[in-house]
């Protein structure tokens, strides 16, 4: 959406993490109406976060939040045309909410667009990692290959794209799968929250002697 598009109805989720806070500068530049889906977090209700988010991004535009509940989505707004969905638990050790957060947010999403008329396409934003541990030859047509996951997040994720996939016939949909992400050439950096930007730092730094993954993983870092 790099043109300018005012007839343009989209809902983000994830706006407050490091990729959601990039895709949403682009929005706004495309002119196209914005609304974020959010919880309540660190005591702030979904209209705080958004002023909190807006007032640590220089975020020009108002955002419109739209508020879940007991892990229930609201209604999306009859206009919406597009869902770009980029949000999930990476909280490896919460196996009981992830599959929910990660998942289950995936399915309703796609759900409820069969109410939504003027609807034209569903972004899914996955990650390379649900490779697992395979080692047949991984395509981006790839999926299900035999591969085993390291952990819930990988799980949910390739379990997420099972269900993008089952809805593909009735809502137009895509997947991006990314890799981590560290920073940009321009030296803008993730938020020192990152644990992968974090624990590349250290080791740079000479500050940590191990990188770790497993025994066999290349790192190849990209300018």
């Known amino acids: ?8 109805c989209c809902i983000l989720t994830g706006v407050t993490g490091w990729l959601g806070r990039h895709i949403v500068q682009e929005l706004e530049k495309s002119g196209c ?3 974020v889906l959010l919880r309540q977090k660190n005591g702030l209700d979904v209209h705080g976060r958004c002023k909190e988010f807006e007032q640590e991004t220089g975020f020009k535009s ?28 990476v ?9 929910q957060a990660n998942v289950g947010l995936t399915w309703d999403l796609l759900v409820a667009t ?6 034209e396409r569903f972004l899914y934003i ?22 085993d996951f390291i952990s819930a997040y990988n799980l949910t994720k390739f379990l997420a794209e099972t269900v993008v996939k089952k809805f593909h016939k009735d809502v137009n949909s895509s997947i991006i799968r990314l890799g981590s992400i560290l920073g940009r050439s321009d030296g803008y950096f993730p938020m020192p929250s990152d644990w992968f930007y974090r624990t590349i730092k250290l080791w740079l730094e000479g500050k940590s002697s191990a990188f770790p993954l497993g025994m066999n993983q290349e790192i190849h870092p990209l300018p």
Do not use: W
Not at 114 to 119: E, H
């Open 1 to 8: 959406m790099t043109e300018k598009q005012p007839d343009t």
């Open 33 to 35: 109406e914005i609304y």
């Open 62 to 89: 108002r955002l419109k939040p739209l508020e879940i509940i007991d892990n229930q989505i609201p209604e999306l707004p009859a206009e919406t045309t597009h869902i770009i969905h980029c949000a999930a638990m």
């Open 91 to 99: 909280d490896f050790s919460d196996d009981k909410n992830i599959f």
């Open 126 to 147: 996955s990650t390379f990692s649900i490779r697992g541990n395979g080692r047949k030859p991984f395509t981006e047509n790839s999926l299900d290959v035999g591969q």
């Open 114 to 119: 069969s109410q939504l008329s003027k609807f």
